[in-house]
Structure formats: C-alpha cells, structure tokens
C-alpha cells in the first residue's frame, strides 16, 4: 500500500513538473504502472481476504450493544471484574485486579503439564503461533476496527484465552482460586463478565489454546480439544447438568461463536426438548376429583357473579383495563382458575453456574390442558439482570434470524408482573424467588423492578410468532370469555385481600342456606 501511494506522490510530482513520461520517456510510464497495479492487486487482495473472514464471521460478531440499550442499563453490559477481548480493553485501569491475574493464570496453566522453563516458553511461543496464525479472522469476528498492533491484538488474545481455560478448569476439579477469591464478589462477578455480549473473544481461540495446552487431569477422559473445551464452559455455566450432555445434545465447537452463543445454545437446546410430564391413570383420575372439588368451592362465588357484576362500575370491568393484544397479568390469570407451577425435575439447588438463575428447565413455558401455566424458576438476584439482558443483546444483534426465545420470555413475563400483587402471586407458586430478599413487599417490589427493566430492553417481540404463540392466544381467549372476563372482575372488586376469607364465607354460608331452603320448599309441596 505504501508503495502505491508512493508512486501516486511521484506520479503528481512529474505532472507539477511536466514532465508526465507521457511525452518521450515511455519506459518512466511502464515502470509507474507496474507499481501502480501491484499496489492494486495488494491492496484488493488483502480487502478481499478481510472481507471473507467478514462474511464467515458475521452470523454471530461481537459488536457494542446499542446506545439506546446500553444507556439504560450500562452497568449490566459492561465488566466490573475484568475484561475480555477489545471492546473493553481501555478499561484496563479500572479492572486491574483482573489483568493482574491473567498473568497468574498463564502460569499456573502451563505449569500444569510443564515444570521446567524452557518447555514453558515453547508451550508460550506455540500459542503465540497458534493465535498469530487466525489473526485476521480474529479481528474479523469484532464488528468495529480493532485498534491495537498485530502484537498487542495477538498478546491479548493469548492472555484472555489461558486466564479463561485456567478458571474453567480450576471449577471443574475443584481447585481452591485464592488470589480470585481474595475478593468476595469476585468469583461471581468474573461469572457474569464471562458472558456479557460486548466481552467475548472468538471460541476458536480457546480450541486451540486447548489443543496446545498440557492437562494431565482429562487425559483419562479421551475427549479431543474441541469436546473438552465445551464441556468446560458448559460445566462452569450449568454444573452437573452441563457436564452430562453429551452426543447430540452437545454443541460441535465448530459451530459456537463464542461463550455468549453456547450459553445461548443450551438454553434453547433445553427448552426446546422439554415437555411437562404427561397424566397417568390414576394421576389422571384424582386429578379429576380435585377439579370437582375445586369447582364445588367455586360454585357458591359462581353463583354471585350475576348479582355482583352488573353493579360494577364501568372503569372497573376488564374491558377498560386489556387490549385485545394484552397478556393478562399473572393475579388476573390466577382469578380466572389458572394455577402457577415450576417444572418438574428438581430445584433450582439442582444446578450450579449462572445458568441455575434460570431454574433446571430455562424458558419453559407451557399452559397444561389442567389450567396450570407452567413457568421456569426465576432466580431473583445479582446474575440475574445482566444474564437476561445480555443474552437478549445476543439475539438483538445476530445477524442471522436466531431464535429470539430469551427475549420472547421476557416480554411475556414482563407482561405477566405489572404489580407486587402480580409478583406475590408468582413467588407463593416459587415461580419466582428472591434470593437476597425477605419474601414480602421489598421482595415483590425488586421483582417488579427487575421485570421492567428487562422488559424494557425486549425489544418488538411477537409473541403470537415465538414458541410462546399458542400459549398467549390461549390466555387471550380465556381473558376475553364471558365467564371468566366476569369472574376475575367480581373477585378482583368484592373479593380482595382481607375481606377474601370472609367473603367466600360469607357466600358459602349463603348458598347452604338457598339449598336448604329449596330442599324444604319442595319437601313441603310434596307433602
């Protein structure tokens, strides 16, 4: 490039000067075009090679989350503990705990299958060669121009990739990390840097990294570099869950972009597959018994309903609080006979790693044919937010058409929890806890808090075209029937909190005495 721009300089000079070759020397023209054209075919040459790496990289590039995102929740897409790759690399003073560890760690990796120097700095110059030679499709992966020298850029990726495998590893075994815990919000702050959208590096560092590296602890396990890296991360993200999966259920490593996209992966892989366990027989049949035993409480309330709902003011009535394209919220699906439940298949203790904020069974979300919405076990808590938002950001900023479950989840849970009551009403059915709350009004208020925040952030999701479409027309029909629309304002108007017990009693006592009283009316008439 410089030697074209070079012959560029030359080329106005002699024009200045008249002299153009144009007018007697015809071997001064040849010569600037030689240069001129082997500057060209370098510098298409080159363009052509980035924009390749572009286009084998553009599905699932790291790129900065929108301002108009990230201004409402910066804290949540932005390292605290430590920084990975580019886009965060300036923020080296603020997060130096971190890159002080990063150093600490390349040791302790390579010291795992090497004590002595001279096989240590070979083991080094091996990953510099390793990352050198992908620096381009490095570079390619980030949306925005990387501003850092070869050195620098190929430096950094080393760093990032060993301090990352070393962690990895270290929770896997479980080996002590005093220097990492020398901080008590460390570990659990480093789990949440480890999967913000803006703080990745290319997934195919860290299987080479993996190839290169010496681990005398898995070499039992006759894993090859690319499974035993993604059964790494996916034991550090979902504890025993993740370690199990295997075959099919295990990602190639050739597909996953980076840690971000494979949390991503396993959270829809794992929704995807689940489904609420089927009645058996005698379940079936007692299930039935408790459905008649249900509407039998109900009956006398039923029986109200046409005393009490023509006197309801006009504002009060469920027309003038949903649209036709409104989720009910979750203490108005609960008037109307809907029960919450957790999936089956064990709590949310089940698991470990910031997956488990999710509950056993992410995103699982399924009105039963019983009247019970079944709904994931959403932790309350520090990982909470930012996991939500930044795999949102993930599918926000793919390039290709990604499934955009996360965010269709979270638009309808947003939708779900308008209100401490609505909140109550999830947390009593342990859809919903609070980790670090008290269980009452401070506790419902941060999970208001939460799900506006992260409903905000959602995006245009359109429910009635994710995988929660047939769910939400269910919930809309039921809403919008008669029966129901009426029932759920009766009980919402004349049957609230304290009054509640009174009341059905009040209405149970009632409809004993019109039975007895029909009984001896015809027992008379009869007589």
């Not at 990739?161 to 590893?169: D, M, N, T």
Request: proline share 5%; net charge neutral.
């Amino acid at each position: 490039m410089e030697e074209f721009d070079g012959a560029i300089a030359r080329r106005r000079a002699m024009a200045r000067r008249g002299s153009g070759g144009g007018n007697g020397d015809g071997d001064g023209i040849t010569v600037h075009v030689e240069q001129m054209a082997r500057g060209l075919m370098q510098r298409q040459e080159a363009a052509a090679s980035d924009e390749q790496h572009r286009i084998m990289a553009s599905s699932h590039r790291v790129s900065r989350v929108p301002a108009h995102l990230r201004d409402a929740n910066a804290d949540a897409y932005t390292p605290r503990f430590v920084a990975v790759g580019p886009l965060h690399r300036g923020d080296a003073r603020r997060l130096g705990a971190g890159e002080r560890l990063k150093m600490a760690y390349l040791h302790s990796l390579i010291s795992r299958g090497h004590s002595d120097q001279a096989r240590q700095l070979a083991v080094i110059e091996e990953y510099i060669r390793a990352v050198a030679a992908r620096e381009r499709e490095a570079r390619a992966f980030y949306s925005e121009d990387v501003d850092m020298y070869a050195e620098e850029f190929i430096m950094m990726l080393v760093l990032d990739g060993c301090f990352i495998i070393e962690h990895l590893v270290n929770v896997a075994i479980g080996r002590d990390e005093p220097s990492l815990h020398a901080t008590p919000f460390a570990p659990v702050q480093l789990s949440v840097d480890l999967i913000l959208a803006e703080n990745q590096i290319p997934f195919f560092v860290l299987v080479d990294l993996v190839r290169i590296t010496d681990l005398p602890e898995f070499a039992s396990t006759g894993h090859p570099p690319p499974v035993l890296i993604v059964k790494l991360v996916l034991y550090y993200l979902a504890g025993e869950k993740g370690r199990d999966m295997v075959g099919d259920a295990l990602p190639p490593a050739e597909g996953v972009s980076h840690i971000l996209h494979l949390l991503h992966a396993m959270i829809v892989a794992a929704r995807t597959k689940w489904e609420p366990p089927p009645r058996i027989q005698d379940g079936a049949v007692l299930g039935t018994a408790q459905d008649g035993a249900r509407l039998l409480r109900r009956l006398p309330l039923l029986l109200l309903v046409p005393l009490l709902y023509p006197i309801l003011p006009e504002e009060s009535k469920w027309r003038a609080s949903y649209g036709r394209e409104d989720v009910p919220s979750a203490s108005d699906l609960k008037r109307m006979w809907v029960r919450f439940k957790k999936p089956r298949g064990g709590g949310a203790a089940a698991v470990t790693g910031i997956a488990s904020v999710m509950g056993p069974v992410p995103l699982a979300v399924k009105l039963a044919h019983e009247d019970k919405l079944r709904l994931p076990q959403l932790r309350v808590e520090l990982r909470t937010a930012p996991l939500l938002l930044n795999l949102m950001a993930f599918e926000q900023s793919a390039a290709k058409a990604e499934a955009r479950d996360v965010s269709a989840y979270v638009s309808f849970m947003a939708k779900m929890v308008q209100s401490a009551e609505d909140a109550g009403a999830l947390a009593a059915a342990e859809v919903v806890a609070v980790v670090h709350g008290n269980g009452g009004g401070e506790g419902k208020e941060e999970v208001v808090r939460l799900f506006r925040q992260v409903g905000a952030a959602s995006g245009e999701v359109e429910l009635e075209r994710s995988y929660l479409g047939g769910m939400v027309v269910e919930l809309r029909e039921r809403s919008r029937h008669p029966l129901f629309m009426m029932w759920a304002d009766v009980k919402r108007n004349y049957f609230t909190v304290p009054w509640a017990v009174v009341a059905e009693f009040v209405a149970f006592v009632t409809f004993v005495s019109t039975i007895v009283q029909m009984y001896s009316s015809f027992k008379q008439k009869g007589g």
